[in-house]
């Protein structure tokens, strides 16, 4: 991964339809390392949702998150596997390019990588910045599995039922459902514990990020649901994706 030292100049420039911020920090931010990023700033840890994994195998790394609104300057820091996680001097900033995801309803970073990291995401909102918890790059050690078990039963045909094995990957702690449409919208967006999901039923969700009421399934449409298994340290395990028409 190159790791580069730039001089960023805060401007009025928006991502993802955010308002900007122009009230953080000085006009002009050294930016290098994520200490020199937080110093004389209020900052909050855990407070961006974001996991990495490596579907498309190799060294590459997809680094994903949310935006919630009003999220500005989404930034992706790196420090070595060998360094404590939670050692802000260690991260540096990256070269990754920030995109969207499902037409902006998540967001990501893409990285090439020859060696395992640490990856912290940061956002600005409202006079402060947003840390995610460290997320422990194992692409190498142990990289992302895609497989092929989920049932889908249509005890009613638009409110499917989505279930999965929760043998795949011992480490998983929380999975991530994504329900979208052939347009890449995403309809919902759900964490839960238990390795099944209902659209949409949230008795079991632990963690909600749609926005709004989610659109009602249309008899005869294609969708497709996207499942990730996430460990304690934010990898994702496992990755599975299907089509289905309700």
Same mark, same amino acid.
């Given at each position: ?39 004389d700033a209020t900052f909050e840890t855990g407070a961006v949702i974001a996991c ?24 992706? /820091?790196?420090?070595?596997? =060998?360094? @404590?996680?939670? &050692?802000?001097?260690?991260? %540096?900033?990256?070269?990754? $390019? ?63 039922? /989505?279930?999965?094995?929760? =043998?795949? @990957?011992?480490? &998983?702690?929380?999975?991530? %459902?994504?329900?979208?449409? $052939? ?64």
């Amino acid at each position: 991964m190159k790791v580069f030292r730039i001089i960023l100049i805060v401007v009025s420039l928006s991502f993802m339809n955010c308002t900007d911020n122009n009230d953080l920090g000085p006009q002009v931010v050294f930016l290098n390392t994520l200490d020199v990023y937080l110093e004389d700033a209020t900052f909050e840890t855990g407070a961006v949702i974001a996991c990495a994994g490596n579907t498309g195998g190799g060294n590459s790394v997809r680094t994903i998150f949310y935006p919630a609104p009003g999220m500005t300057n989404f930034r992706l /820091f790196a420090s070595d596997a =060998s360094n @404590d996680p939670n &050692d802000h001097s260690e991260y %540096e900033i990256t070269e990754a $390019i920030n995109f969207g995801l499902f037409n902006g309803a998540l967001n990501a970073f893409d990285n090439i990588l020859s060696s395992e990291k640490w990856f912290i995401v940061t956002a600005e909102l409202n006079d402060e910045i947003k840390l995610s918890d460290p997320i422990r790059v194992k692409h190498i050690t142990k990289p992302t599995t895609l497989i092929q078990d989920l049932n889908i039963n249509f005890f009613d045909s638009l409110t499917p039922t /989505f279930q999965w094995s929760d =043998s795949a @990957d011992t480490e &998983d702690v929380i999975y991530f %459902e994504v329900v979208s449409d $052939i347009d890449d919208n995403m309809l919902s967006g759900t964490y839960t514990q238990d390795p099944t999901f209902v659209y949409y039923d949230t008795s079991n969700v632990v963690l909600n990020i749609t926005q709004g009421t989610p659109t009602q399934l249309t008899a005869g449409n294609q969708y497709i649901v996207s499942v990730m298994g996430i460990s304690a340290d934010n990898w994702i395990n496992v990755f599975i994706t299907e089509s289905f028409i309700p």
